[in-house]
């Protein structure tokens, strides 16, 4: 009988993990990918595909990383501390682009005809002064995260619309949705855009008053888009398509239980439960469900990536001095690997 020493049963375990002794390993073989995340029900797909395996299935180990506004995060994966971003289009990300260090890779939360979208608010104390429509816009603050947001984006596009001068609206930056939603409430600033689920939850509240919605002004906006480096896209695209492969699989499941109510009541439940550990987690679960189901807008299959809308924002941006006049679609969006219209 041969005896086996501590020595070589600790050899023959590492080479199992290694894949070497009755074949590969999926833990071991997983790559680790942060990605960046906003505490929002949009963001769901990427948590529905860590949660339910996906990702893990496409051999990635993803770990979130939350951040409060859209610039900070294109800064952080243009750093390389975030592998993959999922929001809105900003000035930062633009401008890192053009830089050669960021790449559009996808499309993700999107306006769409017969889905409820973004509502424009007013707070009761600006609604009672007067605030009735976005025409009344004129002399209003306006909040937004930071300069170049989107909600700066959409603040501009609001007025055109109707028939105001952008300048007459005063942008008022706060950094964080968070503190929007608190001065809006209070009456620090007279307006705001925002997704529905958000919205609604305000307006129930008493303290915020719906007066229009966003796709009134803007045609089929592509509201966030999915990003990566441009070193991950040139050098490791197999793992950008095994991202998005899991990716789009977590969209299927969103879009199926909150967009087009196909899931089973069970199965929807379960899919609200696991959005909850990363959305309204400051509430119980039986108080975050109505938000989190509530006026959740379409997400893009298979992250097709809506370009009409892109170059329409990357103008704006252009025409505001908020990006370099040497940006375009082409430094912005690497176009192999979703479809685009």
């Known amino acids: 009988m041969t005896n086996t020493t501590r020595r070589t049963a600790l050899a023959l375990a590492t080479l199992a993990l290694a894949g070497l002794a009755g074949g590969p390993s999926p833990a071991a073989a997983a790559d680790p990918v942060r990605v960046g995340l906003l505490s929002l029900t949009s963001h769901a ?13 496409e051999g990635l180990d993803v770990g979130f990383v939350s951040f409060q506004a859209a610039q900070p995060m294109a800064v952080a994966i243009a750093s390389g501390d975030v592998d993959f971003g999922v929001t809105a289009i900003s000035g930062s990300l633009i401008s890192l682009a053009e830089r050669g260090v960021v790449k559009v890779i996808g499309g993700a939360l999107q306006e769409t005809e017969g889905v409820p979208g973004q509502k ?19 002399g209003k603050r306006f909040g937004i995260t930071t300069a170049g947001s989107s909600f700066h984006y959409m603040a501009h596009k609001i ?36 997704v529905p689920n958000i919205a609604g939850a305000l307006v129930k509240g008493g303290e915020v008053v719906e007066i229009g919605s966003v796709a009134d002004y803007i045609d089929d906006y592509q509201v966030t888009v999915i990003f990566t480096s441009t070193a991950l896209v040139d050098d490791r695209p197999e793992l950008v398509q095994r991202f998005l492969a899991g990716f789009a699989k977590g969209v299927d499941d969103y879009n199926a239980a909150l967009v087009d109510k196909t899931m089973s009541e069970a199965d929807t439940a379960a899919i609200v439960a696991m959005i909850h550990e990363y959305v309204y987690t400051d509430r119980p679960l039986e108080a975050a469900d109505p938000a989190i189901r509530a006026g959740a807008m379409r997400i893009n299959d298979g992250g097709r990536l809506n370009l009409t ?4 924002q990357l103008e704006w941006f252009r025409s505001e001095g908020l990006v370099p006049e040497t940006a375009t679609v ?12």
């Open 330 to 341: 082409e430094t912005l969006v690497d176009t192999r690997f979703v479809q685009t219209y």
């Open 45 to 57: 797909p990427s948590i529905l595909a860590a949660g339910k395996g996906y990702f893990a299935g």
């Open 159 to 194: 007025a055109d619309g109707a028939g105001i001068p952008r300048d007459s609206i005063e942008l008022v930056p706060l950094n964080a949705v968070p503190t929007v939603i608190a001065s809006l409430k209070s009456g620090q600033v007279d307006a705001w855009s925002i």
């Open 120 to 138: 424009i608010l007013a707070s009761k104390a600006a609604h009672d002064a007067g605030l009735a429509t976005p025409a009344d816009l004129a």
């Open 309 to 312: 809308s892109v170059t329409d």
